[in-house]
């Protein structure tokens, strides 16, 4: 995972996409790493989702007091995923 490649050193990510898989080049002083990051169907998925949770945020004041706590858990979920993948 492009998470484990990317501790606690600088470094530069560069994302591309091969087929159906979504690989990083991980570039730090000392190496670089190719990485597996996901399938693209997933992630595009994920994302759509992500923009419609996001796009409740939009649907005005009374709305989202009412279901703030459920809308953020759901834009985390989705968020959690994509950066897991």
């Known amino acids: 995972m492009c998470r484990n490649a ?11 996409s091969t087929g159906d898989r979504l690989i990083a080049a991980v570039v ?3 190496k670089m790493e190719i ?3 996901s399938v693209l169907s997933r992630i595009k ?3 759509k989702l992500l ?3 996001l796009s409740k945020f939009r649907m ?5 007091q009412r279901f703030v706590e459920p ?9 959690d995923v994509l950066t897991t993948s």
């Open 71 to 79: 809308m953020q858990r759901a834009a985390e979920s989705h968020l």
């Open 28 to 30: 730090t002083r000392t």
């Open 6 to 16: 990317c501790r606690s050193t600088p470094r530069s990510v560069e994302y591309y």
């Open 35 to 37: 990485v597996s990051v």
């Open 45 to 47: 998925m994920r994302y």
């Open 60 to 64: 005005g004041a009374s709305y989202t």
């Open 51 to 53: 923009r419609f949770q």
